[in-house]
């Protein structure tokens, strides 16, 4: 599809940052649980250069919290979490893989421990919000699920902590990996986590009261001029160096976590259960037949690139091309592949069976994506004069 226009609508919904998200020249947004999210700023290569060396403020209001509270709050969300949720802490964030009873996934929010009995899933672009109520209703458990006022605002960026010591104070350095503690503001506890969806560090404030959308992020803009505070978003080149899963994207309700690769966040040989276990335990003794897998392919630079794209061996298709973009630091086209296990393994051969032509492409494991692009670099070097 080429690049068009969205209507705004009710059922298109704004956020409490949309106004100065527009104001700062947002020029591509996307669809995101039914809320706008910006895609772009100055051009996804500038966006891209600047986030990784300064700090950026991102209207990440499209994390909804699927929020479970009430006596059976831990339970409810022990049972739909891949992730062992069943020693999790107060003031913790869980990367945690969600799965229906065929162990397909749904979602794969970062689940908070905001107290005893309340859990916050932050949502991936998908409706969890129907899954979690019916479960409860239908199984008569003891708790509130609803979608709380809650929208995250994100400092992202190798200047994050200091802008964020000037706003909040020296306690923000305290705050460790995927951890949370409330700040004052205005009147109200935030919490605020280090997290964010970036491999550059950062922050994710998670406002609770729509209403001080812009004084939160005025209050943040007002110290970022010494740090070069940019508005921004999540980047597509920098989540795609960085290894970090886009779900709807790199995974679909098509796909369980063990094809994901997310094996390691979710826990198959405890005693807990939940749903999907049994179902990934058989899978696993049978073998998955799919893998996601990093990319990287020759050719001209992927800029804007229709996924998914199929992949090729000998003419048979073999998986699809699921996210792709040129890296500029790189140089050169990175992305993720679901392919068929045979062809899953660091160095396997492929055809991009690419709208603009065939690409070579050459399969490696997530994270170590650019390894083999850098070689051939090396291989393209000219010989000195
Ligand atoms: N923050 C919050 N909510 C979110 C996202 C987020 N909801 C949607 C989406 N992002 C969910 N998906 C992810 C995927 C990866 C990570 C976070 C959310 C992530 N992973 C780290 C990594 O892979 O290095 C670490 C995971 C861990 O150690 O547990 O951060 O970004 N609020």
Same mark, same amino acid.
């Given at each position: 599809?080429?690049?068009?226009?969205?209507?705004?609508?009710?059922?298109?919904?704004?956020?409490?940052?949309?106004?100065?998200?527009?104001?700062?020249?947002?020029?591509?947004?996307?669809?995101?649980?039914?809320?706008?999210?910006?895609?772009?700023?100055?051009?996804?290569?500038?966006?891209?250069?600047?986030?990784?060396?300064? @700090? %950026?403020?991102?209207?990440?209001?499209?994390?909804?919290? &699927? $929020?479970?509270?009430? *006596? #059976?709050?831990?339970? /409810? =969300?022990?049972?739909?979490?891949?992730?062992?949720?069943?020693?999790?802490?107060?003031?913790?964030?869980?990367?945690?893989?969600?799965?229906?009873?065929?162990?397909?996934?749904?979602?794969?929010?970062?689940?908070?421990?905001?107290?005893?009995?309340?859990?916050?899933?932050?949502?991936?672009?998908?409706?969890?919000?129907?899954? @979690? %109520?019916?479960?409860?209703?239908?199984?008569?458990?003891? &708790? $509130?699920?609803?979608? *709380? #006022?809650?929208?995250? /605002? =994100?400092?992202?960026?190798?200047?994050?902590?200091?802008?964020?010591?000037?706003?909040?104070?020296?306690?923000?350095?305290?705050?460790?990996?995927?951890?949370?503690?409330?700040?004052?503001?205005?009147?109200?506890?935030?919490?605020?986590?280090?997290?964010?969806?970036?491999?550059?560090?950062?922050?994710?404030?998670?406002?609770?009261?729509?209403?001080?959308?812009?004084?939160?992020?005025?209050?943040?803009?007002?110290?970022?001029?010494?740090?070069?505070?940019?508005?921004?978003?999540?980047?597509?080149?920098?989540?795609?160096?960085?290894?970090?899963?886009?779900?709807?994207?790199?995974?679909?309700?098509?796909?369980?976590?063990?094809?994901?690769?997310?094996?390691?966040?979710?826990?198959?040989?405890?005693?807990?259960?939940?749903?999907?276990?049994?179902?990934?335990?058989?899978?696993?003794?049978?073998?998955?037949?799919?893998?996601?897998?990093?990319?990287?392919?020759?050719?001209?630079?992927?800029?804007?690139?229709?996924?998914?794209?199929?992949?090729?061996?000998?003419?048979?298709?073999?998986?699809?091309?699921?996210?792709?973009?040129?890296?500029?630091?790189?140089?050169?086209?990175?992305?993720?592949?679901?392919?068929?296990?045979?062809?899953?393994?660091?160095?396997?051969?492929?055809?991009?069976?690419?709208?603009?032509?065939?690409?070579?492409?050459?399969?490696?494991?997530?994270?170590?994506?650019?390894?083999?692009?850098?070689?051939?670099?090396?291989?393209?070097?000219?010989?000195?004069?």
């Amino acid at each position: 599809m080429a690049d068009t226009l969205i209507s705004p609508s009710r059922r298109l919904r704004t956020t409490p940052y949309s106004n100065r998200v527009a104001e700062n020249g947002a020029t591509g947004y996307t669809v995101y649980n039914h809320m706008w999210l910006p895609t772009v700023f100055g051009g996804l290569r500038q966006d891209y250069s600047h986030l990784k060396e300064y @700090v %950026q403020i991102w209207d990440v209001s499209v994390e909804r919290q &699927v $929020e479970i509270k009430g *006596p #059976d709050a831990h339970k /409810l =969300a022990c049972l739909i979490s891949a992730r062992d949720l069943s020693k999790a802490q107060v003031g913790r964030c869980y990367y945690a893989p969600i799965c229906d009873q065929h162990g397909k996934m749904i979602n794969d929010p970062v689940a908070l421990r905001i107290a005893d009995d309340q859990y916050w899933f932050s949502i991936a672009d998908s409706d969890m919000l129907l899954w @979690v %109520q019916g479960l409860a209703y239908g199984m008569g458990i003891d &708790v $509130e699920v609803s979608e *709380p #006022d809650v929208s995250p /605002l =994100a400092i992202q960026g190798p200047m994050a902590e200091d802008l964020m010591v000037d706003v909040f104070g020296e306690a923000i350095r305290d705050i460790k990996f995927f951890r949370f503690a409330a700040f004052p503001f205005k009147g109200r506890m935030l919490n605020i986590a280090r997290s964010g969806w970036s491999k550059q560090g950062g922050f994710e404030i998670y406002l609770d009261d729509s209403s001080l959308g812009e004084d939160l992020w005025d209050a943040i803009w007002d110290k970022g001029e010494k740090y070069y505070l940019r508005p921004g978003c999540p980047n597509l080149i920098e989540r795609i160096e960085g290894g970090l899963l886009s779900y709807g994207n790199d995974m679909t309700r098509e796909d369980t976590p063990l094809e994901a690769g997310l094996e390691k966040f979710i826990n198959l040989d405890g005693d807990a259960d939940f749903i999907g276990k049994a179902a990934l335990i058989a899978q696993r003794d049978a073998g998955v037949t799919k893998r996601l897998m990093g990319i990287e392919m020759d050719g001209m630079e992927m800029t804007s690139v229709s996924v998914p794209e199929p992949l090729t061996v000998d003419g048979k298709k073999v998986g699809i091309l699921t996210s792709a973009v040129f890296s500029p630091d790189y140089e050169g086209n990175i992305g993720f592949a679901m392919v068929s296990v045979e062809h899953a393994y660091d160095g396997a051969k492929v055809t991009v069976e690419s709208l603009q032509g065939s690409r070579e492409g050459t399969i490696c494991e997530v994270g170590t994506m650019g390894k083999r692009v850098q070689e051939m670099i090396a291989f393209r070097k000219l010989p000195p004069e």
